[in-house]
């Protein structure tokens, strides 16, 4: 049973570019979430999707954007990259029902803005 | 105040030493927490969860209290494999998935 898969594993960037992250969830979780976590710091909570719809919102800029897929993965979209978008992204699925709060994190990607 | 408040470290801890780490949070309505687990360049694991009073798991024990809004892990024998961040982590709130991260405590268990 594979778990929680994120690709690509790093990725350099510069200044204005655009990202696009990808995660599939693990095997029979249907709800995705994605984190940032900068160096030093504990992982910020982006946003979570469900039913192929954005369920909740973190307070990131609408830079941030994101997708679900039919078959539960995600994609997690940055435009206009900043320096300050240098992070670790994680990904992170969870079960449907009294499960939710218990989430499977990802191998994360690694993100360097110059 | 933060939403979740953990002393960041680092604590340098001989084998088979006992440690604590307290963590302190803002909402009062959360009422599940956990203890993650993250090693140097890892993804978070989760180490135990946390639904009443507090829980116990071979060495490690959380417990809570809802009075003073702080949650405690404590570590006994430790192994030099328990070196790693430990984060503290609460839902935003009762019926929410939405996890609140604390920055993390590192722990560094010497020989």
């Known amino acids: 049973d594979a778990g929680v898969t994120q690709s690509p594993t790093h990725l350099i960037k510069t200044r204005g570019q655009q990202v696009t992250l990808r995660c599939s969830p693990k095997?029979?979780?249907?709800?995705v979430s994605w984190y940032q976590q900068a160096l030093g710091q504990g992982p910020q909570f982006i946003f979570q999707?469900?039913?192929?719809?954005?369920?909740q919102r973190g307070n990131f800029p609408d830079r941030f954007s994101g997708h679900q897929f039919p078959n539960y993965s995600s994609e997690l979209n940055v435009n206009a990259l900043l320096l300050g978008d240098s992070a670790l992204y994680l990904c992170?699925?969870?079960?449907?029902?009294?499960?939710?709060?218990?989430?499977?994190f990802g191998p994360g990607t690694r993100l360097l803005v110059l | 105040r933060k939403e979740v408040e953990q002393d960041p470290g680092p604590f340098n801890v001989p084998e088979g030493a006992t440690v604590a780490f307290n963590c302190t949070y803002s909402?009062?309505?959360?009422?599940?927490f956990f203890w993650y687990r993250q090693d140097c360049r890892k993804e978070p694991k989760l180490l135990m969860s946390?639904?009443?009073s507090g829980n116990e798991d071979g060495r490690f024990t959380a417990q809570l209290n809802r009075a003073s809004q702080y949650i405690s892990l404590l570590i006994r024998d430790s192994k030099l494999s328990d070196s790693a961040t430990y984060l503290c982590?609460?839902?935003?709130?009762?019926?929410?998935?939405?996890?609140?991260f604390g920055t993390g405590t590192r722990l560094q268990v010497f020989p």
């Open positions: 992170a699925s969870s079960l449907p029902g009294l499960n939710q709060e218990t989430q499977y």
């Open positions: 095997s029979g979780h249907d709800t």
């Open positions: 999707y469900y039913e192929e719809e954005e369920r």
């Open positions: 909402n009062s309505a959360s009422q599940s």
């Open positions: 946390v639904y009443s």
């Open positions: 982590v609460v839902p935003r709130g009762p019926n929410t998935d939405k996890l609140i």
